[in-house]
């Protein structure tokens, strides 16, 4: 039975505004982000959830429980749903990394998309079983949702555009183990103010 998900990316951090590059470092939401998952959380009010799930990470967990505020639902908490590892350059500017690097793959330890792509449709895989034709909300990062939504369209990670804060994106997996994106990126249900 196709199982919908509703993917939302986590509110605004103060690393997010510095772009800093965030990773595991476990950031909490800014007072943007904090207003940000309020927003959503009323944008959604009236949608019907069976379960919520998130990364463990604070402020994925702190946007999904904001949301699900209105809803009640189980909350899973799971790692393979939180960010792609960054390694040493946690904390260092975008700007700082370009400026010493060719490109992020060509760090040392830096999780490779193949790891999170493959944690990410485990746990989606998973919760699509236990919930079929059900609605799920998850709440995770940038790059870990690029990494599933490249899976999805069957393009490389990096091909995705980035993820706006608290933005939702709708995917469906469907009986055959297919996976289609139904929406994208849309953070319309957000003041003027707090797109990010």
Known sequence: ??????IVRHGQTDWNLE???QGSTDIPLNDTGRSQAEFTREALREDHFDAIASSHL??????AATINQQHGKEHHVDERLSERGFAGVEG???????AAFDSFDAIVDVESWHEVTK??????????AAYPQGRVLVVAHGSSIRALLGAVQGIPPREVPSMLNCSITEI????D???VMTS???NSHLPESLRT
């Open 119 to 128: 944690r990410m449709l485990d746990a989606l895989t998973e919760l699509a």
């Open 92 to 98: 260092w500017t975008v700007e700082q990394v370009k």
């Open 184 to 186: 994208f990126n849309d």
């Open 1 to 6: 039975m196709p199982t919908e998900f509703v």
């Open 19 to 21: 772009r800093r590059i």
């Open 58 to 63: 604070q402020r994925a967990e702190f946007t």
């Open 177 to 179: 183990g297919s996976w």
């Open 172 to 175: 469906v997996r469907n009986d």
